[in-house]
C-alpha cells in the first residue's frame, strides 16, 4: 500500500518553494567546480557532524573570518570527509549523499576512505560534463519552480540574468529582510539608509521606512516572488500603536536598542509584514526557534552559518496572539509556521492552524527534514488541523543535487503515514491517494501561490 | 492479536463518567431537531475546521453575542459542511462522525457535495423515529452510566425530571464550580452571593462561602454525583493559611485582585476541594493547561467555546506540590489529572502518579482524544506509571451520537498497544486480556467511584 | 532482521560504566540476606509504585528517618510485593523483574499473592548457594568492568579490599562531588573541611579547595576512576571569573548563598571540573533535571531518594553554553549528557552533541531506561547526531540482578530500532551489525575511557 502511493507520487514535478539556492547557479550555468565543493564545504549538514567528532572546520576547508589559511586541496577535504562517512550512518545527511550519488552521478558503492579517490575522479569527471551544469540538472530533477531567497538589498542581478537568458526554468525570488528588519544585524542603520536610496524613500521616518518595504517587495515581485521570509529565535508578534512602532524605529536607527526592544521590532515588523500581505498577497513565512552561533569561539574563528545554531523551546500561543488579532482573521493572507520544536506541533501549532484561516504549517525544517520528522510531524499535526491545514514540502536547502533525494524521502514518509492511516482504518484509499498527490504537489502550490 | 483483545472489549458496556452532553435530551425525550443541529452547529471539533479554511462562524448558524444574523436553515449550513468534508480527512471527527452515520444511521457513504442532500433527509427521516430519541439511543448504545457537568448554581431540575420519570437509564451530575471559584469570571461576586441565596451560608464570609461549597456538593450527590471538575488556564494549586485564603476571597469579592491574585485564589480553591473529597468522597478532576479565547475577534464576535481555545505549555511539578503536600498521602483522596501538553505525560504525570496514592491519569483530552494520541499516552506514561494508575477511557462530548466511536476508538488503540506489549514480549497473553478489560470499563468504575 | 541483530550482540561483556551497586558487595562476597532486601527495599522504582497504589513505605521496611518501627519481616514484605505484582504490568520493572528470576534464578513463574511464598523460598535458597555470591553472579553476568560511584569523601576502602582480594572482577569507581560541590547539600561547610583534612590542602580558600579536588580526583583515579558524576537540578553552568568563583564559595562556606547564588557555585563547579579533565582525563557526566524530595511529607518521613523525585523541564542550550564557550571546542574533553525530559533530545540534546566535539549523549536515564525510552531517544537523536554521538548503554542501577536483563532490554530495543532502520532503507545490512556491536559495546568504552 505505501508502495503503491509512492509510486502513484514518485514522478510528479517538484514544487520547491523555499530554499538557499543560488542563483547564480542558473544565470551563469557554469561547471560546479569540484566535489568538496559541491558537497562539503557549503553544507553545514555535513561539516558540523565532522566536526563533532573533532575535526576542525578549517581543515574542511570552512572559510575564517580573519582570513586566516583554511585548507584549500579538495581532494584532502574530500578525504577527510571519506574516512569519516560512517558518521553519517542513521543521518538524513547519508539518505541524500547516497541518493545523489547514485541517480545523479550513478555511484552506488558507499563512500569510504577506500573508495575515497575514485569517487572524487568519478564526480569530478561527470561535473565537467554539459549534463551536470546547473540548467541541465534543474530540467533533470523534475523541478517545476525552484524559490532561492535574497536579501532586501539585493539587485536581483542574477534572477534577471536568468529570465533576460532566455532559459525556460522557472526560478523566482523570495523576500527576506532580516539585514533592514533586526535591530541587532550588523550595519543595521546603514542598511536602512542604503534601503532608502534604493527605494527612493526617506527611511529615517517609520513611513518612509514601511514605504521602501513595500516598494522592495513589489520589485521582488517583479521577479516571481511569491513570498516573504523571516527568521528570528523566538515567533514574538507585535501590534503596537504608530507612535509606539516609530519611536522604536528611531531607537533602532540610534543603536538605543535594549535587547528587548530590538526583539519588540522584530515582532512588529511581522505584523508589518502580514498587514502589507494584505495587499500585495506575499505569503507570510516564520521560520522561528534558531539560537544562532552557540558557540562563541566558532563564531569568532568562522563567523554565522557555521553548524552551530541550536535550536530552543518557543512558545507560539501567546507570542502569535498579537499578529492574529490584527490580521488572523483576514480571509486572503497566508502565513506558513516553521518550528525547531516538536512538542509545539501538537500542543501548539496544530491548534492554531486548526482554527485561524489564515495560517497553514510549513513542513519539518532543518534537523527535522526528516524520514521520521516528517512521520512525526503528521503523527503530531494531522488529528488536529488535518492535511489541508499543511503547505507541502520544502527542501530548504543550498545542496542543490540533494534536491531530489530530500522530496523523495518526504514522498516516501508521507506515503508510509498514509498507509498506516489506511491500514488502520482512519482514511479510505480513494483518499489516500488524493492525499498524496495533494502534499507532494498541491498543497505547497496552493500556499505559496505558485 | 489485536483483533482478539478487541473482540474481547469491543461490546463490554460504556462507562462515561465524564462528559457534556445535556441532561435535557434525556429529561423530556424529545427529537433532536435536524442534521445540522446535532452534527455541526454545537460540535466545536467541526466547525473549528471549517472556519480554519475560511467558512465563516455566521455560516455555520453558530449565534453572535449581539444577537445579529447568522444562517439559520440547517440545510444550508449541512451542505457548506459536506462540501468541505474531504477537510476531516485523517482526523477523529471523521472517525466519530463515519462511525455515526454508519452505525447509527445506516449510512455508509462518504458525506460530499453531491450527496449532501440525499444524507441529510436520510438522518432527518431516522431522527422523528422513536427510536432515535435520547433515551432509545442512550439504551442502543450500550451506555450503564453517564455523566453529565453542572455549575454551581444549575438546579438540576433536568437531572430531578430523569429521576422522577421513572426511566431506568443512569445519568449523574458532577460539580462544576468555574462560576463560583473563578474571580474572572463574568458576575464572579453576584454568583457567589447567588451562592449564598442557595445554600443558606453567608457567602461574604470565607467560612460560609466554604460552607456553601460542602452544602451543594451534597446536593450534587444527590443527583449521582462522584466527581467534581475544574477546568484552568493553569495546573496551580496553593495551600494558604486561612488568614491568607480568608483576605485574598474579600479582594475576589470586590474584584481587587490582580491577575495573579486571581490564579493564585483558583490554586487555593482546588486545594480546598480536595480536602473537601477527603470528607465526601469526590473524585477531583483537573483539566489544566487551556487558554481559552485566543482570538479577540472571535470571541468578541461569538463569545467563549468556540473553537479558538488552544493548549499551552503547562508545568504540574511545581504547580501541584502545595495540594500534594497538603492532602497527596491520604489513602482514600483521588484526584485525576488531565493534560493538553502531551510532554507532561512521560516527564511530570507518570512519575508523579507512579508516586502519590492518591493520584491517577485520566486518558488523552480533547485535540489528543485519537487514535495516535491514545497511543502516545499509553507509550509515554505505562512504563513509569503502569496501568493501574490510569483512570479508563472518558469521551467527554457533547456529541451524543459520537459516543459509542469514541470508545471504539480508545478501545481499538488500546487494543493494539497492548498487542504491540504481547508481540515484543513485554506484556503475558492472559495478562493482555485482564488490561484490555480493566482500561474498558473497571479502571474508570474505580477512578471515579462509579 | 531485528533478531538476527539481537543473536549478533546478545552474548557481548556487559559494560557498565555507570551505576550505583555497593562495592562492599564484592569486597566481602557474602551472601544477599534475603529477597525482600535483593529486590523490594532498596529498590525505589519497586516501591514508590507499590506507595502509589496505597501502600504505606514503613510497611515494605524503607527506614524512617526517626528511627521508628517499620516492617521488619522480609517474608511479609515480600508477600505485599507478590499481591501487587500486577501493577508493574507493562513496566520495565516487570522486565527486570521477571528477567531476574527467570534468568538468575531459573524460575519461570508469574510472582503473585499465590506462589508468593514458593518463590521466596526458592530465591531464597539460591542466596545461600556460593554460586549466587556477588563475585560469582558479577562473573556469571559476563561483566568486563562494572563501575560504582563513590563521595568525594569516600576513603574507597572496600575498592582497596577489592583489589586486595586477589578477585580478577573489574570494579571501579566514579568521582561524585555533590558534598563538597553543592552548597545546599547537609553540612556543606564541614564536608569542605573534611575535604581538606583528607587532601591536606586549606579548603577554606578557593585555590586550596580546587587543589583538593584535583588530589582526590588522582586518588579516585588510582582505583579504576575513568568519569566524575554530577547530578544537579538543572544543567546550569557558570564560567565566572576567579574573583567572582572565590566571593561565591565564601559565601557557600558561611551558609549565605540564596538559593539562586548557590545554584550559580554548582554551574560554577560543572565547569571546575570540566577543565579539571582537560588534565586527569575523566569523563564528565551531567545527570540534569530531578526535582528531588518533591513530597515534602515523604522526606520528612523516610529522607532522601524514595521514589519522590519527579523530573521538570530542563534547558541545556542556554545552560551549558559558558562550559562550552570556556572549554566546549577542546579535543580531548568528554562530557556526557544525561536527562529526565525527552522534549530535550531532538531540539536541544543532538543538535549539542553533533556539533560540540566534546560532547556524547548518554543512554535514556531512570525512567526512560526502558524499550519505550530507549526506541525514543534513537528516533530523536539519531537523524541529527548519529549514532557516534551517543555514549553505549548504562545500567545505572543499584539492583544487581537486573543489570543483565537491562542490558538484555537495551540491546533488543537498539536491534529492532536497527531493523526499522534497514527495512526502510535508512541503513545498509552490513552497517546495522557494525552499530549493533558498537551501540552494545564499543561506544561505551570510548566514552568512558574504559
Excluded at 569510504?112 to 540548467?135: E, H, M, T, W
Excluded at 519588540?264 to 494584505?278: I, N, P, V, W, Y
Aim: glycine share 8%; charged share 25%; proline share 5%.
Amino acid at each position: 500500500m505505501a508502495r503503491d502511493l509512492y509510486n502513484s507520487v514518485k514522478d510528479m514535478p517538484i514544487v520547491s518553494p523555499h530554499g538557499h539556492c543560488d542563483p547564480r547557479w542558473f544565470a551563469e550555468n557554469e561547471r560546479f567546480p569540484n566535489p568538496a565543493e559541491l558537497f562539503v564545504i557549503p553544507d553545514h549538514y555535513v561539516f558540523r557532524m565532522l566536526v563533532s567528532q573533532g575535526v576542525a572546520l578549517s581543515d574542511l576547508g570552512v572559510p575564517r573570518s580573519d582570513g586566516g589559511a583554511t585548507e584549500s586541496d579538495p581532494r584532502t577535504i574530500w578525504r577527510r570527509f571519506a574516512e569519516n562517512y560512517h558518521l553519517f550512518r542513521g543521518t538524513p545527511s547519508s539518505t541524500w549523499l547516497d541518493h545523489s550519488f547514485e541517480h545523479v552521478f550513478g555511484l552506488d558503492e558507499v563512500l569510504s576512505a577506500v573508495n575515497a579517490d575514485a569517487l572524487y575522479d568519478a564526480i569530478d569527471a561527470k561535473l565537467g560534463q554539459d549534463d551536470f551544469r546547473p540548467r541541465a540538472l534543474f530540467e533533470r530533477f523534475g523541478i517545476e519552480v525552484l524559490a532561492t531567497t535574497e536579501g532586501a538589498l539585493d539587485d536581483l542581478g542574477w534572477h534577471k540574468m536568468i529570465r533576460e537568458s532566455g532559459w525556460g526554468g522557472r526560478v523566482v525570488t523570495t523576500y527576506r529582510p532580516d539585514t533592514v528588519v533586526d535591530p541587532e544585524f550588523e550595519g543595521f542603520a546603514d542598511n536602512v539608509e542604503a534601503f532608502g536610496v534604493l527605494t527612493g524613500e526617506n527611511t529615517a521616518t517609520w513611513d518612509g521606512y514601511l514605504n521602501a518595504h513595500r516598494i522592495r517587495r513589489l520589485f521582488f515581485k517583479t521577479y516571481g516572488a511569491t513570498a516573504s521570509d523571516h527568521g528570528h529565535a523566538t515567533a514574538r508578534t507585535e501590534n503596537l500603536s504608530k507612535a509606539e512602532a516609530s519611536a522604536l524605529f528611531q531607537k533602532a536607527l540610534k543603536s538605543d536598542c535594549t535587547p528587548e526592544e530590538a526583539d519588540a521590532f522584530r515582532g512588529q515588523m511581522l505584523t508589518e509584514m502580514a498587514k502589507m500581505s494584505l495587499d500585495d498577497k506575499l505569503t507570510l513565512q516564520i521560520h522561528a526557534g534558531s539560537r544562532r552561533n552557540h558557540s562563541a569561539g566558532v563564531f569568532a574563528m568562522h563567523g554565522r552559518d557555521k553548524g552551530f545554531d541550536i535550536p530552543g523551546r518557543t512558545d507560539y500561543v501567546g507570542a502569535l496572539k498579537p499578529l492574529l488579532d490584527a490580521v488572523g482573521l483576514e480571509p486572503d493572507l497566508k502565513v506558513i509556521l516553521f518550528t525547531l520544536d516538536e512538542t509545539t506541533y501538537g500542543r501548539e501549532l496544530a491548534p492554531l492552524a486548526g482554527a485561524y484561516p489564515c495560517l497553514r504549517l510549513g513542513p519539518p525544517w532543518w534537523f527535522f527534514d526528516s524520514y521520521e520528522g516528517i512521520r512525526k510531524f503528521r503523527e503530531a499535526t494531522t488529528e488536529t488541523c488535518g492535511f489541508y491545514n499543511t503547505a507541502g514540502f520544502n527542501d530548504d536547502t543550498r545542496a542543490f543535487c540533494s534536491i531530489p533525494a530530500r522530496h523523495d524521502v518526504a514522498r516516501r514518509s508521507d506515503c508510509a503515514y498514509l498507509a498506516g492511516l489506511v491500514g488502520t482504518g482512519r482514511l479510505r484509499e480513494s483518499e489516500a491517494y488524493e492525499v498524496a498527490a495533494d502534499l507532494t504537489y498541491n498543497l505547497a502550490k496552493e500556499a505559496y501561490g505558485l
